[in-house]
């Protein structure tokens, strides 16, 4: 509807023109040319005037209007330390062009009216050029932009200043993609792993993280969708990479803008200095933050409860650029601690163990030899305590591990299990016990079955070295035949490979 009146409106006016148009004509045949082009000559003068103070005051008031909605004014000043500074900077710039504006719609528009024909017998003046006019505005234009720019310079030299263990600082990293944001946090040792493009696995390793370096394994990752915490008053530094095209991380709240180049890594530092809390309380003072955040609901949350920091992508990277928005929040230091603490680190949670694991088999982490200690510790106090027969005397010895292609015990690896099942064995000097070797189908049957069989006597010659009686234990090999998944697949092989503890009586 609001565009049939507004088309309407527009063709009216089209058909007023057309007719004032023939109406001066008709006038113009009467009073003679002469006159007619002069009194149109200043009514046209009389316009531009009229429209220069119409157009003057619109953009004032408006500018005034939106005061509280535009950054930096009102609330929406800078959220980071630096940010003030460039705000000052806009603010120049803003004055400086402000000046510049006025002045030349002032001349613009008052120049046809002063030199308006008012005798057409006077001719205009021919005027070449004035070398000392052009120096002036090429002079002045030019200092004023230089040290704008060496001022813009200065400004963000800080942003990028290399920073050192004194600074405190953390470090996140940020990938972008279409379209979403990867964000990497360093987890409790605050640093970064390394990351090979090499190594970049679309299922298990998308960001190519390198697990052979220590620093990789209590690394976080934040997928498409959670929120980005950080800290009030720590210094950040925001490492800043892409996957595929251009992208731009881009935090408006805290003046900060670095694009996202695949190949180039990139970087920016700055110390938020508001809460997500605070910023919210400064909006609250303000009426245009206090109206309906959803105008379909007028009893719902104001504007400044549902406000949120935002990441944005500031290069159009393409149809699904706007999804790459994400929500930042600011908290105290104690509570982000609290938060880093919650989020799980990648490695563990999504590598560990799984064939893209490079410590598979030749590492274990102190966590997990605790939880398996206690975790063998229940299996067997279970069957103990179990009198009607039904549970499991079938238990994997999961940390048991030989050297590879060969039938030795990595007793370095595995006297964390072997040592805890001793001490088991000593508990309940009544268990009496099999070991059983199992190989998946890779290779000859037969040599799988001797293979298995010396794996198991080797685990039996440690037990016994310990000086657990002989008769308590007994060794077997069984190759490849009772497997307990699949063997095509890489998982399904590596769960076929294992030694047992079976229990025989208790
Ligand atoms: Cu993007």
């Not at 110390?271 to 919210?280: A, D, H, I, M």
């Not at 949670?349 to 063998?376: M, S, Y």
């Not at 077997?476 to 998944?485: A, F, K, M, R, V």
């Amino acid at each position: 509807m609001i565009y049939f009146v507004a088309f309407a409106i527009v063709a009216l006016l089209a058909v007023i023109v057309v007719q004032i148009g023939k109406l001066s004509d008709l006038s113009a045949r009467i009073k003679g040319e002469e006159a007619v082009e002069l009194a149109n000559n200043k009514t046209q003068a009389r316009i531009s005037v009229g429209f220069m103070i119409f157009f003057l005051v619109v953009c004032f008031y408006s500018a005034y209007y939106y005061r509280n909605e535009m950054m930096p004014y009102g609330p929406l000043k800078s959220a980071s330390a630096h940010g003030f500074d460039i705000d000052w900077l806009f603010n120049i710039t803003l004055i400086i062009s402000t000046i510049v504006f006025v002045i030349t719609h002032v001349l613009l528009f008052w120049f046809p009216y002063k030199y308006r024909m008012q005798d057409p017998k006077k001719k205009a003046l021919f005027y070449v050029d004035n070398i000392k006019l052009e120096m002036i505005w090429t002079i002045v234009p030019l200092v004023t932009f230089i040290i704008l720019v060496a001022m813009g310079i200065t400004q963000m030299n800080r942003l990028f200043r290399p920073l050192t263990a004194e600074d405190k600082f953390i470090e996140i990293e940020a990938t972008g993609y279409q379209f979403a944001w990867d964000l990497r946090y360093p987890g409790a040792d605050n640093k970064l792993g390394n990351k090979d493009f090499r190594l970049i696995d679309p299922a298990s390793n998308s960001l190519g993280i390198d697990w052979n370096d220590e620093a990789s394994l209590d690394d976080i990752v934040l997928g498409g969708t959670d929120k980005i915490v950080l800290p009030k008053d720590t210094l950040v530094r925001v490492r800043i990479t892409a996957k595929d095209v251009l992208h731009s991380f881009f935090l408006p709240h805290f003046r900060v803008k670095m694009d996202a180049v695949p190949g180039m890594p990139t970087f920016f530092t700055f110390r938020p200095v508001k809460t997500t809390k605070e910023f919210k309380e400064e909006l609250r003072k303000y009426p245009e933050w206090n109206t309906p955040s959803d105008p379909n609901d007028p009893t719902g949350p104001k504007r400044w409860e549902t406000f949120e920091y935002e990441l944005a992508c500031a290069e159009l990277c393409g149809k699904g650029h706007y999804s790459m928005r994400r929500v930042v929040e600011i908290v105290e230091r104690d509570e982000y601690d609290s938060w880093l603490k919650q989020q799980k680190a990648f490695y563990p949670e999504k590598i560990r163990g799984t064939v893209a694991d490079p410590w598979d088999g030749k590492r274990l982490f102190p966590n997990e030899i605790k939880a398996r200690a206690e975790e063998l510790k229940k299996d067997i106090a279970d069957y103990i305590a179990n009198t009607d027969g039904t549970a499991n005397k079938v238990i994997q010895l999961k940390h048991v591990f030989y050297e590879s292609g060969s039938a030795g015990l990595n007793s370095k690896l595995s006297k964390y299990e072997l040592d805890n099942l001793v001490e088991l064995l000593n508990k309940y000097p009544n268990l009496r016990v099999e070991l059983a070797g199992h190989t998946d189908n890779t290779g000859d049957a037969a040599a799988n079955l001797t293979l298995s069989k010396t794996r198991a006597d080797n685990v039996m010659q440690y037990l016994l070295s310990k000086n657990i009686a002989a008769g308590r234990l007994s060794a077997n090999g069984y190759g490849q035949t009772q497997p307990l998944d699949t063997n095509d697949t890489p998982e399904g092989r590596k769960k076929n490979r294992r030694t047992e503890l079976r229990i025989i009586s208790k």
